[in-house]
């Protein structure tokens, strides 16, 4: 079992620790509709990412034509 040579104060316990705190995140406005979204990341309102279209929504597509 590991036991401590000598005690660590709590100055130091807290110096160590100063480096653990949360980051708060940093949306990015979306270049077509707007809304906030991750930076590097697909629109999850309108799903475009880099100026295109890469996911189609649900409201889009006509779910009975592509299912006959």
């Given at each position: ?24 995140a940093n ?6 509709c707007?809304?906030?979204k ?13 100026d295109?279209?890469?996911v ?11 299912a006959?």
């Open positions: 079992m590991a036991v401590q040579q000598n005690k660590v104060s709590k100055s130091r316990r807290n110096m160590r620790r100063a480096h653990d705190a949360l980051v708060a949306p990015n406005e979306c270049p077509s707007g809304e906030l991750r930076p590097h990341h697909v629109c999850p309102s309108c799903g475009h990412y880099a295109r279209e890469v189609a929504q649900a409201n889009e597509i006509d779910l009975e034509d592509d006959a």
